[in-house]
């Protein structure tokens, strides 16, 4: 299986992308600048440093050839310019171009896209419940974090103009709660909606764990059917079992 990864070199971009080497997937990465990862050692990996944003279209279409699934790792750096400087729809323009990229290619299959988002964004096909404090808190990061609002409109991009039933793509949006740094892949769990606040008792999860799953979701038929065309949360086990004690 071909997979195109990018946000690779982020911080759980990379865990993905290892663990999509070790299920023996060919993966292609679009990154920015190879930085300090040693990929360059590495089989049936072909890197690619460019801005994903200011790629042309016939660049992109090469990029996304024979690809059968692509995930996006995708996010804001939490600095000053990373939050409040351009692009402001990193995560939104660049799913946009990948979907019609793929839409142009017209495959046999549909090709999976997996976007990692965010526990605090709801899926609003579930209309799930949120406490009034927490609207107002949702409320507040729209006005005052613009890479908040763009996860929400990349996820509603995925959900409303890719939707259910499209020829070409289906979809997976993977809400991770709090992330954490681990070195190993642990148990976790994941539920179609938070069962949890992600703003007033959030949870923990690894960044391994969320790139495990969602190379699990690539290469599992069987699990991608369980959750295509959803926005399942992931929580380590370990955060889960310590909260319900």
């Not at 944003?53 to 790792?73: F, K, R, V």
């Not at 793509?169 to 993977?174: D, E, M, P, S």
Request: glycine share 6%.
């Amino acid at each position: 299986m071909t997979v195109l990864v990018v946000g690779a070199s982020g911080a759980t971009g990379r865990h993905l992308v290892n663990q999509l080497l070790l299920k023996g997937n060919k993966v292609k990465i679009i990154v920015r600048s190879k930085g300090n990862q040693s990929w360059d050692e590495m089989n049936n990996l072909d890197i690619y440093t460019a801005s994903i944003l200011e790629l042309s279209d016939s660049e992109l279409m090469t990029y996304t050839a024979d690809c059968d699934a692509i995930a996006s790792c995708l996010g804001h750096n939490i600095t000053f310019k990373g939050i409040y400087g351009q692009p402001r729809k990193l995560v939104t323009d660049a799913t946009k171009r990948l979907c019609q990229a793929i839409t142009k290619h017209q495959p046999k299959s549909p090709i999976k896209y997996v976007l990692m988002n965010t526990s605090g964004n709801s899926n609003r096909d579930l209309n799930e419940p949120i406490s009034f404090a927490q609207k107002c808190i949702i409320g507040l990061l729209r006005l005052l974090m613009p890479p908040h609002v763009d996860n929400e409109q990349a996820a509603d991009y995925l959900r409303t103009e890719i939707g259910q039933n499209d020829k070409y793509i289906q979809w997976v949006a993977v809400r991770p709660d709090g992330l954490i740094d681990e070195n190993k892949v642990t148990e976790y769990e994941t539920y179609p909606s938070p069962t949890r606040s992600a703003i007033f008792n959030a949870g923990k999860v690894s960044r391994v764990n969320v790139g495990h799953f969602m190379a699990e979701l690539i290469n599992d038929n069987n699990l991608w059917n369980k959750w295509k065309g959803q926005m399942p949360v992931i929580y380590s086990k370990t955060a889960v079992s310590n909260s319900e004690k």
